[in-house]
T-cell receptor
Framework: SQQGEEDPQALSIQEGENATMNCSYK?????LQWYRQNSGRGLVHLIL?????REKHSGRLRVTLDTSKKSSSLLITASRAADTASYFC??????????FGKGTHLIIQP | DSGVTQTPKHLITATGQRVTLRCSPR?????VYWYQQSLDQGLQFLIQ???????AKGNILERFSAQQFPDLHSELNLSSLELGDSALYFC??????????????FGPGTRLTVT
């Protein structure tokens, strides 16, 4: 079963704009991770935030985590055409593999 | 390039058949994970091996099995294939298996089509 649910399912923005994706999950977690997948290819790890962290930055990426609401957001600033991809949040509870949401499909219009 | 390799890239086979998917983890990674990605189920964790031993099981069917060999490569065996088994199968590796945080490195996947 899916642990995380991303919102929106799809997002289309102009190049240079910021993109925000949200993820909600159901159970307690050790950490939450965001991955990117270009069409039909393998997933690429973007950023990991631990359960005791509230915000993390990596380049143009900013992730927040609110464990009380069981939610996270991924912000991509100054989007580029190369950011077009599907973005997944994944939770890790310490016992199994990652549990993924269904993803947000992001399209950056030139 | 994540350093994780998977073969074959594509596989087309008929219902009822058996196939083997192969994965080589990143150099030095002891932990291997298998995932299935389909349109209706999304990305599902199947099974994890650590240094040759099964460590965790997810939504893996009884028709599916896996193993990790002494050289750390892993194979996922799918038998009595059904149309619904058509999916992308990913292998991922990680250097850690404990309760602490870690990231996983994904291979390019094997696209299985069952006809």
């Amino acid at each position: 079963s899916q642990q995380g649910e991303e919102d929106p399912q799809a997002l289309s923005i102009q190049e240079g704009e910021n993109a925000t994706m949200n993820c909600s999950y159901k159970t307690s977690i050790n950490n939450l991770q965001w991955y990117r997948q270009n069409s039909g290819r393998g997933l690429v790890h973007l950023i990991l935030i631990r359960s005791n962290e509230r915000e993390k930055h990596s380049g143009r990426l900013r992730v927040t985590l609110d464990t009380s609401k069981k939610s996270s957001s991924l912000l991509i600033t100054a989007s580029r055409a190369a950011d077009t991809a599907s973005y997944f949040c994944a939770t890790f509870r310490g016992a199994d593999g990652l549990t993924f949401g269904k993803g947000t499909h992001l399209i950056i219009q030139p | 390039d994540s350093g994780v390799t998977q073969t074959p890239k594509h596989l087309i086979t008929a219902t009822g058949q058996r196939v083997t998917l192969r994965c080589s983890p990143r150099s030095g990674d002891l932990s291997v994970y298998w995932y299935q990605q389909s349109l209706d189920q999304g990305l599902q964790f199947l099974i994890q091996y650590y240094n040759g031993e099964e460590r965790a099981k997810g939504n893996i069917l009884e028709r599916f099995s896996a193993q990790q060999f002494p050289d750390l490569h892993s194979e996922l065996n799918l038998s009595s294939l059904e149309l619904g088994d058509s999916a992308l199968y990913f292998c991922a590796s990680s250097s850690r298996v404990d309760q602490e945080v870690y990231e996983q490195y994904f291979g390019p996947g094997t696209r299985l089509t069952v006809t």
